[in-house]
T-cell receptor
Framework: EAGVAQSPRYKIIEKRQSVAFWCNPI?????LYWYQQILGQGPKLLIQ????????DSQLPKDRFSAERLKGVDSTLKIQPAKLEDSAVYLC?????????????FGNGTRLTVT | GNSVTQMEGPVTLSEEAFLTINCTYT??????LFWYVQYPGEGLQLLLK?????DKGSNKGFEATYRKETTSFHLEKGSVQVSDSAVYFC????????????FGKGMKLTVNP
């Protein structure tokens, strides 16, 4: 089966600019996650969708980050405006159902550098 | 809150050496425990998991046992190969609630021939 697709693979922007990342989950996976992985740290959950509804966005900096999952399939994550501390790898993952019952499948990530 | 603590890296080993990566956790309730691996240039992938105390997860020669009494889930492999070079993440999910997957910081392993 095709894996989780993410684009772009790399992005370099200046602070205060905007950026968007795209994710296409595995077909049929109802749950989609966006994680932020800062260098030297483990991934941190930003937002979790169940179909097109938000399950958990408690760690999403809502003043500058937004995400949507229209039609319950593809998802986009946007940062506007970006700060230097947003430099990280942004990982998208999907699963059939809950994390205890079905494993997460991760994409290769988008590496963002903010200068 | 829930958290995972892993031993710091990076670690370099010779081929066929024994590997242990320590992982301890703090959690409310009864978590499920996971090891994820990230090979160079690839996405994170599940290596093994254990869902209750005394369970042993195993895959690709790696093993980890869920120890409730020591709140640990140490990863071991008896004889590492060059192809095991990767970053290893310990993680947990608490059952019930939001089931948020919480990761440790990861440990980079390099295996030399």
């Amino acid at each position: 089966e095709a894996g989780v697709a993410q684009s772009p693979r790399y992005k370099i922007i200046e602070k205060r600019q905007s950026v968007a990342f795209w994710c296409n989950p595995i077909s049929g996976h109802a749950t989609l996650y966006w994680y932020q992985q800062i260098l030297g740290q483990g991934p941190k959950l930003l937002i979790q969708f169940q179909n097109n509804g938000v399950v958990d966005d408690s760690q999403l900096p809502k003043d500058r980050f937004s995400a949507e999952r229209l039609k319950g399939v593809d998802s986009t994550l946007k940062i506007q405006p970006a700060k230097l501390e947003d430099s990280a790898v942004y990982l998208c993952a999907s699963s059939l159902g809950s994390q205890n019952n079905s494993p997460l499948h991760f994409g290769n990530g988008t590496r963002l550098t903010v200068t | 809150g829930n958290s995972v603590t892993q031993m710091e890296g990076p670690v370099t080993l010779s081929e066929e050496a024994f590997l242990t990566i320590n992982c301890t956790y703090t959690a409310t309730g009864y978590p499920s425990l996971f090891w994820y691996v990230q090979y160079p240039g690839e996405g994170l992938q599940l290596l093994l998991k254990a869902t209750k105390a005394d369970d042993k997860g195993s895959n690709k020669g790696f093993e980890a046992t869920y120890r409730k009494e020591t709140t640990s889930f140490h990863l071991e492999k008896g004889s590492v190969q060059v192809s095991d070079s990767a970053v290893y993440f310990c993680a947990l999910v608490t059952q019930g609630g939001s089931e948020k997957l919480v990761f440790g910081k990861g440990m980079k392993l390099t295996v030399n021939p």
